[in-house]
């Protein structure tokens, strides 16, 4: 079955670069995803990498997709106190069909 | 961008009750929706698809009779927890899209259901 896996928790100091890591089980997923979720608060999607790419570049995100090794990494650049949140991994096999997410890892960043 | 809206944002009752949730695609037509309840600390997990006009389809070990889904027009759905236990107490989130037109689900801001 499918399978989304996350490191826990992450803490850094403001400003330095952030990575979240992710790896995932089925080698069918096409899209993958980075959601954030703010305390109380939905997913927000930062961003999402096809499966044909290796990196994807938004500001101060890149999306590394390694996909021989299923791993997938989410960098943030100059991380803020307002980056502070849960970030989940998730995949999808097709563009609209289920997602399914890993446990999030909590980013906590400190001034 | 595309706004989903959930009401309530918080809910308490009491056992034995039941609880309606409603989803709203505020300005676009969502022909698909998803439920998703999400337990602390733990990931999302999907629990229904519905599309408009027909039934949900239900993930494995959901109760489909627990959680009644009704998708009766293209920006409405509700989840209705019916004679809710305490451990039906979860955050609940829906998600919209437009499956023919883009992959990305829009996210509601999840509604908290405590079960007394």
């Known amino acids: 079955g499918e399978d989304v896996e996350q490191s826990l928790f992450l803490s850094v100091r403001e400003g330095d670069s952030s990575v979240i890591n992710c790896t995932y089980t089925?080698?069918?997923?096409?899209?993958l995803y980075w959601y954030k979720q703010e305390p109380g608060a939905g997913l927000q999607l930062l961003t999402y990498?096809?499966?044909?790419?290796d990196m994807k570049q938004d500001q101060r995100l890149t999306v590394l997709l390694n996909k021989k090794d299923k791993h997938l990494s989410l960098r943030i650049a100059d991380t803020q106190t307002g980056d502070s949140a849960i970030y989940f991994c998730?995949?999808?096999?097709?563009?609209?069909?289920?997602?399914?997410f890993g446990k999030g890892t909590m980013l906590l960043v400190s001034p | 961008g595309a706004v989903v809206s959930q009401h309530p944002s918080w809910v308490i009752c009491k056992s034995g009750t039941s609880v309606k949730i409603e989803c709203r695609s505020l300005?676009?037509?969502?022909?698909?929706m998803f439920w998703y309840r999400q337990f602390p600390k733990q990931s999302l997990m999907l629990m229904a698809t519905?599309?408009?006009?027909?039934?949900?389809?239900?993930e494995q070990g959901v109760e489909k009779d627990k959680f009644l889904i009704n998708h009766a027009s293209l920006t409405l759905s509700t989840l209705t927890v019916t004679s809710a236990h305490p451990e039906d107490s979860s955050f609940y989130i829906c998600?919209?899209?437009?499956?023919?037109?883009?992959?990305?689900?829009?996210f509601g801001p999840g509604t908290r259901l405590t079960v007394t």
């Open positions: 998600s919209a899209g437009v499956p023919r037109e883009s992959y990305e689900q829009y």
């Open positions: 089925d080698s069918s997923s096409t899209y």
């Open positions: 990498i096809f499966s044909n790419m």
């Open positions: 998730a995949e999808s096999i097709g563009g609209y069909s289920t997602l399914t």
């Open positions: 300005d676009f037509q969502a022909t698909t």
């Open positions: 519905s599309n408009e006009g027909s039934k949900a389809t239900y």
